[in-house]
Nanobody, 115 residues
């Protein structure tokens, strides 16, 4: 059994910053990819950023240059530093962790950016 606990969401003004964290615990042998997704009201869930076990990253075009994903393998934790936030970044953010062959999702954390 694997549990994911997210933290760091909240309300921020446009131009502000937030840092999300997602810690995995439980029966973990090896985590491969970790990532963040988001879902805004009325929209499909979309990839925000992902990072492999080797540290390779990829980002959605809409957040490139503003968001940074990182991971601490010793702590089984993935982070998302979000800078220069925009109202269109408002969504529920979910972390996703792949511990082959299963995929695990966090419970989601709300990020609201006011204009």
């Amino acid at each position: 059994q694997v549990q994911l606990v997210e933290s760091g969401g909240g309300l921020v003004q446009a131009g502000g910053s937030l840092r999300l964290s997602c810690a995995a615990s439980g029966s973990i042998f090896s985590i491969s990819a970790m990532g963040w997704y988001r879902q805004a009201p009325g929209k499909q869930r979309e990839l925000v950023a992902a990072i492999t076990s080797g540290g390779n990253t990829n980002y959605a075009d809409s957040v490139e240059g503003r968001f940074t994903i990182s991971r601490d393998n010793a702590k089984n934790t993935v982070y998302l530093q979000m800078n220069s936030l925009k109202p269109e970044d408002t969504a529920v953010y979910y972390c996703r962790v792949i511990i082959a062959p299963r995929i695990y999702w966090g419970q989601g954390t709300q990020v609201t950016v006011s204009s």
